[in-house]
């Protein structure tokens, strides 16, 4: 289910998965089929590490990542589950044929 709520963004933010909802920041977005397809792989990603464990995973790699770059913007694009879906955003066929714990193949590239 989409919904459209903008204040619930940060800076250029445009796009969040929280199970079972992508919400976006503007109803235009709706239309982004690039911008959909990213937020459903992180809704796969959520689903098959049963929605909690995914938050907790999601926000140590960003906290380590931080760390190791002192750069909290390019820890986020680093982070596992990012690189997976902006990787693959533009292939709509990506969810039918992905791997289980696709993200994995992102954690050390």
Avoid: C
């Amino acid at each position: 289910m989409i919904l459209v709520f903008k204040h619930f963004f940060y800076r250029n933010y445009v796009g969040l998965s929280l199970w079972p909802f992508i919400f976006l920041k503007e109803d235009n977005l709706k239309k982004d089929e690039v911008l959909i397809n990213h937020e459903r792989i992180h809704l796969k990603q959520q689903q098959e590490l049963l929605i909690l464990p995914f938050y907790i995973f999601y926000v140590a790699e960003w906290l380590l990542r931080t760390i190791l770059y002192l750069d909290s913007y390019r820890a986020y694009q680093n982070i596992s589950f990012e690189r997976e879906a902006y990787a693959n955003e533009e292939d709509k066929e990506y969810l039918a044929r992905r791997k289980s714990f696709g993200f994995l193949d992102y954690l050390t590239r």
